[in-house]
């Protein structure tokens, strides 16, 4: 036992068993001594067992309430080799020991996102499942590109982009898909694949080649369409941003006024991004409206449903993406409602072969049409990419977890969640709801008013001094760890917080806690 | 013990631990009893526990000769749910049992991408560290846009990518770079910069506002340079392909005459790919001679460095990307030839601030500027991307545990793999080479002639039948599973072997055993 090389864990039953691998060893041991050393297999279960000692505590601990859910230091500090966690690399290699240590310290800087008190984003929680999927997928460490080094994957990809196809409402023989790294990413798919579509000769002959194209997306929407907009060449000012209501919904009228006005200064409108769940509002765009107004002027409609696609699985809430299977695609982003570890997101394309025809080049040292199997499972064409994550093994485990039912039970805990924080908002006089209506998403927005300010009238010095509060609050939030959440201003609005429901771990408790939290930090602003 | 729901696993030792762990819970288990469940601590340490168990069977397996590289199966039989493993998504959930008896069936219908005779992609291997790296990862299961919620992994990214730029020779207050999801993304990230640095208007006005441009890159170069060029809008066709020499390199007067050409014809060039370390060939374009050329005509050069960057590492290797500092930009993917687990690739840029202008859109939601802390460390807005995942903490963990001096002898070892094989081809009579020279980096490509094949002479009708041999023997050799290589054909070459090492677990049996199985495989044909 004396040699045992590696730090203490927190089970002592496990360490025993640890102890019983790798007592063989010597006091320093070094990467060299691990797989695929001759003997090195021992030892590999040794560290690897170690290591997962050190993650099992922290999901423990990731959900006690009592633990922190950060230990914020300052960027300075943390590269000056905090408690000796030294972040330099170096030339000669450390010892599986100190490697552990960096391992311990790495999780004990951070951030626990899977903590029940974390609100700081929409993508939040540690589904367990989700997690042994996550290093599955490691293990089998492959490339999305071919049925020869992928061929489970991307079946279980086929099934999923299927599955989630029939519940956006399309038909058995209709449309495609791939799972991209991130939603920014599916929405430049969506822009991609709709100038492919009326321009087939930008592949070959570029942007050059076409009259100025117009897009639109609502004033609420995420800043990925504009982003994909500046990377595709199309330029951000051809986006045209069009009005909202007080809601964060688009308004139908307006985007028809857009559309005309684009027309009249020589633009070619070619794309409509309809927002389900904006992402500080959580508003859902009037999807049939939009739809109409796309058939009529033969515009692409994509739906951003990133956040709000996780509502489909909810019998309760499914009704709030309406007129979604008239779009021409979609985006859903399973890491963030489902829970689904990062990055899993899907952009689903109506037209089948698009994707295709508009990314294929036919690489030969990788698409050779004479191999020994059905080489249209070899779908790596279709992407922007060459290697690809496999970011979908997760979100299958998780399936058979849940089945469709315990996502829509978790969607509807969530959505309760949000309801709750809703109605102690309006119960509670300290605090200011930002728009009066019942949360329709999980997103619920709202200012904290300190004391010295109840009494203020409003106007200009109010909100002057109302803006800094939210980023005081949240710096004492950050140095005390005790809970995360956002905020940001919006259009007139000056900051307010914005609480977001994803992690099936928050209870209401949790909420009282926040609300409590926020009061206690605030109270002498 | 009777009570136990989960299948066996190999170590005995282990099992019995992990009954401790879980003895408490009943028959049967679904993920409900997991956490967040309250009391769901031992289950999920026992779950855990047992997927750990098959991981770690997995992993010792990997580096078993005697083990199979695959257990190939046809996408139908895949699909029609072989022995009971169903890719089916249910309703209502399974249980946990049955989910690690899905893990097991994924992993035995999988590739195993770190076996020691896995030859098939310029990624293989399996790095214990860092596999341990990406478990950690995921389990912290954060996004990389704000320090706010990754703040250790943002700094290590900013260590590492310090270090890269020092390696390839840029002065220490030169440069930025982030990383990205592949190889090819980086390489559109080159171009997109390139054609902001010379007409920043395209972020706003898109390429309408542009004259036609032009870009240039060998015709041995990967395709992803095509891939972006359709992306972003400048189109195929207005990448130039320059000639290349026999072994694979750009011929620098070809691109003197290929650049004066375009502008004849009208065309702007801005941009010029370098390879170092072609797909195929594993060929370097000769970079101070590129170098020279961009300098100029006042061109951008990239150096695609995604598979040779790895050489940089080595003390022996490194001369052959001399002229790599003189880049604008480079790409360099860690999860080639460093071992790395994918994915992981760099972006690396001379001109600092410049990913930030090119990307930047400030959305107020996520890059607030008065967060107490010095938000300069909220590198997100820099990527065309909104979340990013975590791809450098298995890095930074390898690097810890092999030191610089590690990867470099790391290299090493494979590129005498390389010329062990390219010395056994020689002598070998079975086997012809595709060029003559001694490989500059791992890739050895070459012919397999069957005796049927040996006495006819060079012309169509061999080429012909030559061209079938290798897809055949490739077919063999995936129903049989021992070995796996790729081929492909190249220009006027039919279809030839291209094996390559950047697996530390290959040694030079498994290269003899190679050449005796496409012998044994392919003496009938």
Known sequence: MKNFPFSGGPEPALRLCVCVCVCVCVCVSVCADLLPASCGEEMTRGFLQELVDILLGFICKSNQRSSKVLDFHHPHQLKEGLEGFSLDLPDQPETLEQLLVDCRDTLKYGVSTGHPRFFNQLSSGLDVIGVAGEWLTSTANTNMFTYEVSPVFLLIEEVLLKKMRSIVGWADDEGDGLFCPGGTISNLYSILLARYHFYPEVKTRGMG????????????????????????????????????????????????????????????????????????????????????????????????????????????????????????????????MMGVPLQCS?????????????????????????????????????????????????????????????????????????????????????????????????????????????????????????????PRIKGRMMEKGSVLIGYQPLGTKVNFFRCVFSNPATQQEDIDFLLDEICKLGADL
Chains 1, 2 share one sequence.
Request: with cysteine; proline share 4%; charged share 25%.
């Open 209 to 336: 080649a076409l009259p100025r194209l117009a897009m639109f997306t609502s004033e609420h929407s995420h800043y990925s369409v504009k982003k994909s907009a500046a990377v595709l060449g199309i330029g951000t000012e051809n986006v045209v941003v069009v009005k909202c209501d007080e809601r964060g919904k688009i308004i139908p009228a307006a985007l028809e006024t857009s559309i005309a006005t684009a027309k009249e200064k020589g633009l070619v409108p070619f794309y409509v991004n309809a927002t389900a769940g904006t992402t500080v509002y959580g508003a859902f765009d009037p999807l049939n409206a939009i739809a109409d107004i796309c058939h009529s002027h033969t515009l692409w409609m994509h739906v951003d449903a990133a956040w709000g696609g996780g509502l489909l699985m909810s019998d309760r809430h499914r009704m709030k993406l309406q007129g979604i299977e008239r779009a021409c695609s979609v985006t859903w982003n399973p890491h963030k």
């Open 346 to 470: 899907a952009i689903l394309v109506k037209k089948r072969g698009l994707l295709q025809e508009c990314n294929k080049l036919g690489a030969q040292y990788l698409f050779q049409m004479d191999k020994p199997y059905d080489v249209s499972y070899d779908t790596g064409d279709k992407s922007i990419q060459c290697g690809r994550h496999v970011d979908v093994f997760k979100l299958w485990l998780m399936w058979k977890a849940k089945g469709s039912d315990g996502f829509g039970s978790q969607v509807n805990k969530c959505l309760e969640n949000a309801e709750y924080l809703y109605d102690q908002l309006q119960k509670r006089t300290e605090f200011e709801l930002v728009f009066k209506n019942k949360p329709e998403h999980s997103n619920v927005c709202f200012w904290y008013i300190p004391p010295s300010l109840r009494s203020l009238p409003p106007g200009s010095d109010r909100d002057r001094r109302l803006h800094q509060v939210a």
